[in-house]
């Protein structure tokens, strides 16, 4: 069946169903319509909340995307370490080289 054909057939039914209608309903019908076309078309009021949502979305991947990573060891915000005093490079040095100094103690403790 071709669209033309099949759009033809529902017509034609569509308009028989309502030549069964009686005067109330189809004045009702009318009535609707005619309110229907008189409304302000409505606006879709999730658009506000979709716009917030992505721009927050975008907020948080750009705020954490600028984030550097930190070693798990390393001071915390400080160019010094709070314990030792000494400069964040040679903080990190230490962590570097802490199976050395573990093995070092074992050394000690073994000979003495």
Do not use: C
């Not at 034609?12 to 069964?20: A, E, F, T």
């Not at 954490?64 to 915000?77: C, D, I, N």
């Not at 400080?78 to 030792?84: E, F, I, K, M, N």
């Amino acid at each position: 069946m071709k669209p033309d054909n099949a759009t033809d057939q529902i017509r034609r039914l569509l308009d028989d169903s309502v030549d069964g209608l009686d005067a109330a309903t189809l004045s009702r019908l009318n009535r609707a319509r005619q309110r229907a076309l008189a409304a302000p078309p409505r606006q879709n009021a999730w658009m506000p909340m979709g716009l917030a949502a992505a721009a927050s979305l975008v907020l948080a991947v750009a705020l954490l995307w600028q984030r550097e990573p930190v070693h798990p060891l390393a001071p915390a915000a400080s160019t010094a370490s709070p314990v030792l005093d000494v400069p964040e490079e040679e903080a990190l040095e230490f962590v570097d080289d802490l199976e050395f100094y573990a093995w070092l103690e074992a050394e000690a403790e073994q000979n003495g």
